[in-house]
């Protein structure tokens, strides 16, 4: 199968007097995992929307192979930050209905289905109605109705919402196999892990605009490349050698500067000689937490990363 491909050029989305998507441009190539990634409010679902045809721009172009969205045109699993599913329902029959919907025959979508809830551990629930489901049962239903018919582009909106770790890995490794079956996937989420396991080129929204733009290693290089995590004692001295990136209790992130050293020693010996009790030095690659940090502020990824039970 061979994933579709995506254009947004100069997009501009504009609600009363203000642009919530600002001269936006962006691409993601056939069989491509890409992050779009930011805060709320930064424009991604918008973005998806106006892709999507749901909404329509205030100027510029977004098209899918080359034209914009037609819902005739198929080949799309659309998984929604807002979830939808016909509640008084038993599980299997909204499953198969949705199934017929997407262009398959009621049998192979029934059995499709009961293969899927196997799979994710609800074949006990498949004649239950959904409302007597969980919100993290609910969400690997909606997922399952997304991928059935092996769609050539998929988006997911924040596709492990509410769910533990367990199930969030399986999620994933459900959204691994499409990769690999060559669909191209437009993840949106704010967990940094899914997206370094997952994603080959990220876009950082904010206020509408491109914050960064490229392949993990790429925006890890505009933030800087590496970072010193430093744990200590008491605060951390200015120095011509590194920035501070973040400081919370015993443990400081500092960005060296092209003064200092690639392996960080003279940022560990400028600490000890100006007394600072280090208790631990590590130099690592800039991790996408900490580039949403400096992009966004601490406050708005503690307000991301809330788990639901």
């Known amino acids: 199968m061979s994933g579709a491909s995506i254009s947004v050029r100069d997009f501009v989305m504009r609600f009363g007097d203000r642009n919530v998507v600002d001269g936006l441009s962006f691409d993601i190539a056939p069989g491509e995992t890409f992050g779009l990634l930011g805060s709320n409010g930064s424009g991604k679902t918008t973005t998806i929307r106006a892709l999507l045809g749901i909404t329509t721009p205030t100027a510029g172009t977004l098209t899918i192979d080359g034209h914009p969205y037609k819902p005739a045109t198929g080949g799309i699993g659309y998984l ?61 239903v909606q997922l399952g109705i997304t991928i059935m018919d092996r769609p050539r582009l998929l988006i997911l909106d924040e596709p492990t919402k509410g769910l533990d770790p367990v199930n969030r890995r399986l999620l994933l490794d459900l959204v691994d196999e499409r990769k690999a079956d060559g669909a191209t996937v437009i993840l949106v989420t704010h967990h940094m892990d899914e997206v370094e396991r997952l994603c080959d080129r990220i876009l950082l929204l904010k206020d509408g605009t491109a914050a960064a733009y490229g392949t993990i290693p790429d925006v890890q290089d505009a933030f800087g490349g590496a970072v010193a995590r430093v744990g200590l004692d008491g605060p951390v001295p200015p120095s011509p050698l590194y920035r501070m990136a973040r400081h919370e209790g015993h443990v400081a992130c500092l960005v060296p500067t092209p003064a200092a050293t690639a392996d960080g020693s003279d940022i560990l010996a400028s600490l000890v000689s100006a007394g600072v009790h280090v208790t631990a030095f590590e130099m690592r690659r800039i991790p996408l937490d900490e580039i949403f940090v400096q992009v966004y502020g601490h406050d708005a990824l503690a307000a991301e990363s809330g788990v639901a039970a």
């Open 80 to 140: 929604p930050e807002e979830r939808g599913l016909y509640r008084k329902e038993s599980v299997i029959d909204v499953m198969t209905y949705f199934g017929r919907l997407r262009g398959l025959r009621g049998p192979e979508a029934t059995a499709w289905s009961m293969d899927y809830l196997a799979r994710v551990g609800l074949a006990d629930r498949a004649k239950l109605r959904v409302d007597k489901l969980s919100g993290g049962q609910q969400q690997k």
